[in-house]
């Protein structure tokens, strides 16, 4: 198994990102996958999860905001981010999932995303 996250960068507050999450040796449309992010000096924070073909979940701080999905012929995790506050910032991973949207099975190498002025 192997997850690469990509698209990360800067972005202005109000601004957009997508992140991309290239998998291999699993495919994403049979397991449960999330996008998890840290900010400087915090704790791993889970930010929305899909499972069961398409059912999309997300914590209430990116709710409206972000918008998680796959393409499963590219086998590809994605997380389009509009609206992005500073306190988006951090390094944002994703992640194969196992009996809840919190169990880490794999997790790739993360991608920064700064939000700044």
């Known amino acids: 198994v192997q997850l690469v996250e990509s698209g990360g960068g800067l972005a202005h507050p109000g601004g957009s990102l997508r992140l991309s999450c290239a998998a291999s040796?699993?495919?994403?449309?049979?397991?449960?996958m999330s996008w998890a992010r840290q900010a400087p000096g915090k704790g791993l924070e889970w930010v929305s999860g899909?499972?069961?073909?398409?059912?999309?979940y997300y914590a209430e701080s990116v709710k409206g905001r972000f918008t998680i999905s796959t393409d499963n012929a590219k086998n590809t995790l994605y997380l389009q981010m509009n609206n992005l506050k500073p306190e988006d910032t951090g390094v944002y991973y994703c992640?194969?999932?196992?009996?809840?949207?919190?169990?880490?099975?794999?997790r790739g190498q993360g991608t920064q995303v700064t939000v700044s002025s």
């Open positions: 040796g699993f495919s994403v449309s049979k397991y449960g």
């Open positions: 992640a194969k999932i196992g009996s809840s949207f919190t169990h880490y099975e794999y």
């Open positions: 899909i499972i069961n073909d398409g059912d999309e």
